[in-house]
């Protein structure tokens, strides 16, 4: 059952109902398929809807209508009391075969707050949606992985919590007793459930990060390096991870398919681990974003980040996912996570160059620079372009120039095989040249770190020369 809260009475505990902007249910599981619905957007002034429009068309609901009023945003029901009422006529006086009929979905187009989103709901008599709602929607249908679930359910918690305090607010306490007694009321009551699944969430949320931070110590301390790919959403980040890694992971031309972090080995490269992980869009509020902080912090922690950009896009949109990405994921995590520093800063990689001519693509390239990044890497996963290419960038970012080693046949000093010491170098680097003498010196051309280097030669001595 799903109803619209009274303002007048308490529910009972075991019936659920809808809020404004919940994403469906404060009780129980919440609606997670949204294909075939109908929705009203309302939008002040002249704003560039087609983003929000994306968003929706990827959950399948369908917007009849975009419903415009200009002058300024009203700070209790976002369009006038007026404009709001002739919109609620107009719904409810609809015939068979009217755009509007099946309508049970608003959407407004703005962060819209919790006293705006109780007061259309009051106004129109159905749900109500903001931008951050349609949100939490999306991640909420195509969350798969406990993780995902996890961080989704805290989000979304945190934005129900937010809507039911409003209407909490608005109701007069200790006057409208419900089940709870002393004057604690139903909607309270919900409240205080709410915040102990809350506190059991953030419980599990804090020992996944715990264990997925353990997981990067063992990394560093096997000696594997690591590949962040951050990004606006739809950017092309699992299509590449898939081409580097050959690990199959969800690539579907829609917004936010990936939710979770996905890391694989890069192919012929043990050394070198990918981390795919979530895209993010324009203003994402605080609290959204910090449900996803170990996500986050997987690829922002990495021994080199990579910052995808969908050279389709018009130099304005690359420009602006360009600077959401610096403003919503760089600079706001650097005081949440380990950070970015100056010796490993992001680096841009133009994707689906198989879509552009040769001039956009130097354009955005240009476009890159001037935005105070370094030289872009241009590539296309679907045709292959320039992905060796990106590969000998990553390991030269990683590792510097490659090493020449030669190793020496078996002593009375060092008397293991030479073929021990190969498989050491196989383990611990990325070998592109393996050359065997008559004399039976070995002539290996490799990328490894400096600290592998070391360890190899302290194992080994003279038995390995550098060349």
């Known amino acids: 059952m799903r109803l619209t809260i009274p303002m007048d009475m308490a529910q009972p505990s075991d019936d659920p109902f809808v809020v404004a902007g919940s994403g469906g249910v404060v009780l129980g599981e919440a609606r997670t398929d949204h294909q075939g619905r109908k929705a009203l957007l309302l939008v002040r002034g002249s704003e560039d809807t087609s983003e929000l429009r994306a968003l929706a068309e990827t959950m399948g609901i369908t917007i009849v209508e975009t419903v415009l009023q200009s002058g300024h945003v009203d700070p209790r029901t976002y369009f006038g009391k007026g404009r709001l009422e002739d919109i609620a006529d107009e719904r409810r006086s609809t015939l068979s075969g009217h755009p509007w009929e099946g309508v049970d979905l608003t959407i407004i187009h703005t962060n819209a707050t919790p006293r705006q989103l109780v007061g259309v709901n009051q106004a129109l008599g159905v749900e109500v949606w903001d931008r951050v709602r349609l949100l939490l929607a999306l ?17 979304q918690l ?21 089940y709870g ?5 139903a909607l309270q009551n919900v409240i205080a459930n709410l915040n102990r699944e809350l ?12 264990a997925q931070r353990e997981h990067r110590r063992q990394r560093i301390r096997s000696g594997a390096m690591t590949v962040g790919f951050v990004g606006y959403t739809n950017a092309g980040k699992s299509s590449l991870f898939q081409h580097l ?55 922002l922690n990495a021994d080199l980040t990579l910052i995808l950009v969908d050279t389709s896009d018009s130099l304005p949109e690359v420009t602006r996912k360009l600077e959401t990405t610096r403003r919503e994921v760089l600079e706001r995590q650097e005081h949440e996570t380990e950070g970015l520093d100056d010796d490993r800063p992001p680096y841009v990689v133009l994707t689906k160059i198989d879509k552009v001519t040769p001039a956009q693509q130097t354009a955005v390239s240009d476009l890159v620079t001037q935005l105070g990044f370094p030289a872009p890497v241009a590539l296309s996963s679907m045709t292959g372009e320039g992905v060796e290419e990106l590969q000998h960038f990553i390991r030269e970012r990683l590792f510097g120039s490659p090493f020449l080693l ?20 196989y383990d611990q680097g990325m070998v592109e040249e393996d050359e065997r003498g008559e004399n039976g010196t070995i002539r290996v051309n490799v990328w490894m770190t400096k600290a592998c280097l070391a360890q190899l030669r302290g194992r080994w001595g003279s038995r390995i020369d550098i060349k």
Do not use: C, W, Y
Request: net charge positive; glycine share 6%; charged share 25%.
């Open 245 to 299: 890694s050959g690990k199959p992971v969800l690539v579907e031309d829609q917004l936010f398919s990936t939710l979770e972090t996905t890391v694989g080995r890069m192919e012929k490269s043990p050394r070198i681990l990918l981390a795919d992980t979530i895209g993010f869009i324009d203003n994402i509020p605080n609290a959204t974003l910090a449900a996803f902080k170990a996500t986050i912090a997987e690829a």
């Open 139 to 155: 991640f909420t249908a195509h969350a798969s992985s406990v993780e995902a679930r996890t961080q989704v359910r805290i989000a």
């Open 199 to 210: 506190t059991n969430l953030r419980r599990r949320q804090k020992r996944h990060a715990n």
């Open 158 to 178: 945190q934005s129900d919590r937010t809507i039911l305090r409003e209407v909490a607010q608005q109701q007069t306490t200790g006057e409208r007793a419900g």
């Open 181 to 185: 007694g002393g004057g604690v009321t």
């Open 406 to 425: 030669h190793i020496h046949p078996p002593t009375t000093e060092h008397p293991d095989a030479s073929e021990r010491i190969v498989s050491a170098i």
